[in-house]
């Protein structure tokens, strides 16, 4: 156990859902990083948190949204899906200095559109 | 910007053979480079990291990769592979004041019995 929790850990949905994947990052933590992982693309990072705020986004659809909640948690919002949003979905936790000390990651989430 | 790039993104060994992941990096300032490990079914764990230290870096699972400036490398080994290596490696460069690390798009490696 990493101490990152995601759920759930499979989800299997319709074209035009939307859904909600939660993180809770590891005890004392305030950085989250949201990344997607699919074959052809490999890891992308999506978006990063600190404490509450947005501090960095990435290659983020504007179909996809985030936010951090005043416990730490953060939850990734993907919504009106497409087939190619299949994908394993990782959030990673760190301190403030995630660039230094590198990342703790969950499990994942595998999402599956059908 | 930032960028990793792995050679070779499969590498296949005998067991007790010596293993060695390829990785380079582009970056305008001093890098911080990190090696994780991907277990089937599982999440990415942090294997080594360089950050401007000793630049032979030393890991878990009798990992180490060395840090070349002058070559922007950063290259993984092992000098005996064991079955249980059999996973994928992902090679990763921070990026800035955010901490965001950007990956490589990994190697499997394969251990033969």
Partial sequence: ?114 | AQSVTQLGSHVSVSEGALVLLRCNYSSSVPPYLFWYVQYPNQGLQLLLKYTSAATLVKGINGFEAEFKKSETSFHLTKPSAHMSDAAEYFCAVSEGNTGKLIFGQGTTLQVKP
């Fill in chain 1, 1 to 114: 156990d990493s101490g990152v929790t995601q759920t759930p850990k499979h989800l299997i949905t319709a074209t035009g859902q939307r859904v909600t994947l939660r993180c809770s990052p590891r005890s004392g933590d305030l950085s989250v990083y949201w990344y997607q992982q699919s074959l052809d693309q490999g890891l992308q990072f999506l978006i990063q948190y600190y404490n509450g705020e947005e501090r960095a986004k990435g290659n983020i659809l504007e179909r996809f949204s985030a936010q951090q909640f005043p416990d730490l948690h953060s939850e990734l919002n993907l919504s009106s899906l497409e087939l190619g949003d299949s994908a394993l979905y990782f959030c990673a936790s760190s301190s403030r200095g995630g660039g230094y000390y590198g990342y703790t990651f969950g499990s994942g989430t595998r999402l599956t559109v059908v």
